[in-house]
């Protein structure tokens, strides 16, 4: 009896959180039938008319489909990339550092950003770049006109993703430290033995001892390519750089509630989450295969 106590009450527990997400992930999904109609608000689902894979045809044949694909792809494989290796790096930086208050210190400080939304930090952001801020002012030291990096499209695509990292490497460096206290000392001590240096140490023992750690995450970052991250491209990009910082996430966005037009934005967005859930079981079997470990 106590324990279907205890079970009652873990399931009691578990059940206002159940509950938000069946209203608000699993009945919504219901729409999904808008992209198969023409859809009318003032028809609703059942009255307006079913117009098939039109949809899906139209947004293939617009000229903007093909530039959202391909900015969203880029921007969150380089977000990937890019801040895979600054963890790594990062990761073995602070593991080197020997005063256990400065390392606590560095880790506060880089965590912090991780910790606070886009909303937040897009001012930020905004301000470092903006015309007048710290980095055109550095640069004018060195000559360097200033640069429109909010409305230029060569520069905003690495802002963005600089600014990404900044924001998350911090956070996705605790895995690596977390590995790296995994690897044998034995082997450090058996290299110092041999004449081992630093370098020779970190190119032969620390990088083997992270690489199952590496692989098993940038496989489970597979399914993120088609996440660029709406939040913070939302909160920083304006007209002027939609030819580089548009991705399906701001598209579906303004095509969808913007401009009305329910039905387009249903289909981009579920031809998304389609490719999507491929990518997710594609990086279950990778991560099986290369990994020994299975997501679900």
């Not at 009255?47 to 792809?73: A, R, Y």
């Not at 709406?230 to 303004?254: C, G, K, S």
Request: glycine share 6%.
């Amino acid at each position: 009896m106590k324990s279907k106590k205890d079970q009652i009450a873990f399931h009691s527990m578990l059940s206002v959180g159940m509950v938000c997400l069946i209203i608000f992930s699993f009945i919504p999904m219901f729409g999904i039938v808008m992209a198969f109609q023409d859809y009318v608000p003032a028809k609703g689902i059942s009255g307006s008319e079913w117009v098939g894979l039109d949809n899906f045809k139209f947004m293939l044949q617009i000229p903007d489909s093909k530039q959202i694909f391909i900015n969203t792809i880029v921007i969150a494989v380089w977000k990937i990339v890019v801040g895979t290796f600054v963890s790594i790096t990062f990761a073995l930086l602070l593991n080197e550092i020997r005063l256990k208050f400065a390392k606590r210190f560095m880790q506060t400080v880089v965590y912090l950003p991780n910790f606070l939304s886009w909303a937040v930090l897009a001012t930020v952001v905004m301000n470092i770049f903006s015309y007048e801020g710290p980095i055109n002012a550095m640069l004018g030291w060195f000559g360097i006109d200033p640069i429109l990096f909010m409305a230029s499209n060569e520069w905003f695509r690495p802002m963005l993703i600089i600014s990404d990292v900044w924001k998350g490497f911090g956070y996705g460096s605790i895995i690596y430290l977390a590995s790296l206290t995994s690897i044998d000392p034995g082997q450090y001590e058996a290299a110092s033995i041999d004449g081992a240096n630093r370098f020779q140490k970190l190119w032969y023992i620390t990088l083997p001892g992270l690489l199952p750690t590496i692989l098993l995450v940038t496989t489970l970052n597979l399914p993120n390519v088609l996440n660029a991250g709406f939040d913070q491209i939302f909160n920083l990009y304006n007209p002027l750089v939609y030819e580089t910082a548009d991705i399906i996430d701001t598209y579906v966005y303004r095509v969808g509630l913007v401009e009305r037009q329910y039905s387009l934005g249903t289909a981009v967005g579920l031809l998304r989450s389609v490719v999507g859930i491929i990518l997710i079981l594609s990086a279950n079997k990778l991560a099986q295969k290369l990994t020994d470990y299975r997501i679900f």
